[in-house]
């Protein structure tokens, strides 16, 4: 099935998106953008020129997504949270030749509110809590909360909260996934 879109969305010529996909009230989708199949746009949603967003994508109501931001697949974008593409903006300096670019992993979710600064890329299935400011890589699986986010623990690609064994074990309760911690700083399933 192809794209929908409601009446007061702009979608620029130019613009590639996937069959399946919506999008919503009063969202504006520039030219070269590329969405993938699948995806759910919410209300007042702004996609920049040159974003890419995989399959599956959900994005909330009330986000903007700036040239320089990639989301692979599956990732969720909660409601009013924060993308940024310059590090030290001024209304007087144009430096839109300074965009940094911001990859967010397959199956990565974002929390209302969140903001992350660019140039700081998401891990795969990683869980920004809502609210947070991330202003540093976070590691695949990852749970980081606050201002500025810390790692506080892992979570599963099934989205639940795991808790490690003194053997660096953990089993999803939702999924029964076995997952494996590895040198403290990383976690893998265990295929």
């Not at 949603?45 to 994508?57: H, P, T």
């Not at 940094?100 to 890329?121: H, Q, W, Y």
Request: with cysteine; proline share 4%; glycine share 12%.
């Amino acid at each position: 099935m192809p794209y929908s879109a409601h009446s007061t969305a702009i979608i620029d010529e130019g613009a590639k998106i996937g069959d399946g996909t919506s999008i919503w009230h009063f969202s504006h989708i520039m030219p070269g953008v590329i969405i993938g199949k699948n995806c759910n746009l919410g209300q007042n949603v702004f996609v920049a020129n040159g974003v890419i967003l995989g399959d599956n994508v959900k994005v909330q109501n009330n986000v903007s997504i700036y040239q320089g931001v990639i989301c692979d697949d599956d990732v969720f974008l909660g409601p009013s949270m924060v993308f940024t593409n310059v590090n030290n903006p001024r209304s007087a300096v144009n430096r839109k030749g300074e965009y940094l670019k911001t990859l967010v992993g397959k199956g990565a979710t974002i929390g209302a509110n969140a903001t992350i600064v660019c140039g700081n890329n998401i891990g795969e299935y990683a869980f920004i809590g809502a609210g947070a400011v991330v202003t540093k890589h976070v590691p695949a699986y990852a749970l980081v909360v606050g201002n500025p986010a810390r790692h506080i623990g892992w979570m599963s690609a099934y989205g639940e909260r795991l808790q490690f064994d003194h053997n660096g074990e953990a089993v999803c309760p939702g999924s029964q996934v076995l997952y494996r911690m590895i040198d403290g700083k990383h976690i893998e399933p265990v295929t």
